[in-house]
């Protein structure tokens, strides 16, 4: 079970109806286990994740992929030990070298946290990688693929074509035919092996 001790993240996705000021907060907690590394860290819910709910919301692209997979990168900044602290307007990991399909989709009961055989607004999203991911890991992000296919790619694009890259954050870009990073998270390096197994389980409470 993930500590509840963490702290919350600070990015929220406002609802503003006029009668009050109040927001609603996604919070992101991820537990990452490497042998017997354990690491529990708090993410960032970006600006994408925001447009990729209310594309999910209209029912006005009925063909868009919902959240299916986690990639892990090294391209973090910063130094080894203190990585550069995330951002929302992350539009895609710096430098990825693997995604996965999740291993399992649960709902948990927000005040046990058993599993629950009903929706709750606590969902915990587990990714397994045996030989693969391997690398001096140091950021990780929640993905609505374009594409289903497990190994495709399809990276937003500026105006001329190219990969676009924090700290760009264009509002004109449609993200509709590309991937949407959701969530993302920086973390001191760990060290994967061909031969070790990387278990991480991201729990969203919406």
Not at 11 to 24: C, D, H, I, K, P
Not at 171 to 179: H, R
């Given at each position: 079970?993930?500590?509840?001790?963490?702290?919350?993240?600070?990015?929220?996705?406002?609802?503003?109806?006029?009668?009050?000021?109040?927001?609603?907060?996604?919070?992101?907690?991820?537990?990452?286990?490497?042998?017997?590394?354990?690491?529990?860290?708090?993410?960032?819910?970006?600006?994408?994740?925001?447009?990729?709910?209310?594309?999910?919301?209209?029912?006005?692209?009925?063909?868009?992929?919902?959240?299916?997979?986690?990639?892990?990168?090294?391209?973090?900044?910063?130094?080894?030990?203190?990585?550069?602290?995330?951002?929302?307007?992350?539009?895609?990991?710096?430098?990825?070298i693997a995604r996965k399909e999740f291993a399992s989709v649960l709902f948990r009961n927000p005040t046990t946290f058993a599993v629950s055989a009903i929706p709750t607004n606590v969902v915990d999203?587990?990714?397994?990688?045996?030989?693969?991911?391997?690398?001096?890991?140091?950021?990780?992000?929640?993905?609505?693929?374009?594409?289903?296919?497990?190994?495709?790619?399809?990276?937003?694009l500026d105006g001329n074509g190219d990969p676009v890259s924090f700290p760009d954050y264009d509002t004109t870009l449609d993200v509709t035919n590309y991937d949407i990073l959701i969530n993302y998270?920086?973390?001191?390096?760990?060290?994967?092996?061909?031969?070790?197994?990387?278990?991480?389980?991201?729990?969203?409470?919406?």
């Amino acid at each position: 079970m993930i500590s509840e001790n963490i702290k919350r993240p600070q990015s929220s996705v406002a609802f503003g109806f006029g009668f009050n000021e109040t927001t609603y907060r996604v919070k992101g907690e991820v537990l990452i286990k490497l042998d017997d590394q354990e690491i529990k860290v708090n993410n960032v819910y970006t600006l994408d994740g925001s447009l990729l709910a209310s594309i999910l919301f209209s029912g006005l692209y009925p063909t868009r992929s919902p959240i299916t997979m986690l990639a892990v990168g090294t391209g973090a900044t910063g130094t080894s030990l203190v990585p550069s602290v995330a951002d929302q307007r992350q539009r895609r990991l710096n430098t990825e070298i693997a995604r996965k399909e999740f291993a399992s989709v649960l709902f948990r009961n927000p005040t046990t946290f058993a599993v629950s055989a009903i929706p709750t607004n606590v969902v915990d999203f587990t990714t397994v990688y045996n030989e693969g991911a391997v690398g001096a890991l140091n950021e990780m992000g929640l993905v609505s693929p374009y594409d289903a296919s497990p190994l495709s790619n399809y990276p937003l694009l500026d105006g001329n074509g190219d990969p676009v890259s924090f700290p760009d954050y264009d509002t004109t870009l449609d993200v509709t035919n590309y991937d949407i990073l959701i969530n993302y998270l920086t973390f001191p390096v760990i060290n994967k092996p061909s031969n070790s197994v990387l278990a991480i389980t991201w729990r969203l409470t919406f």
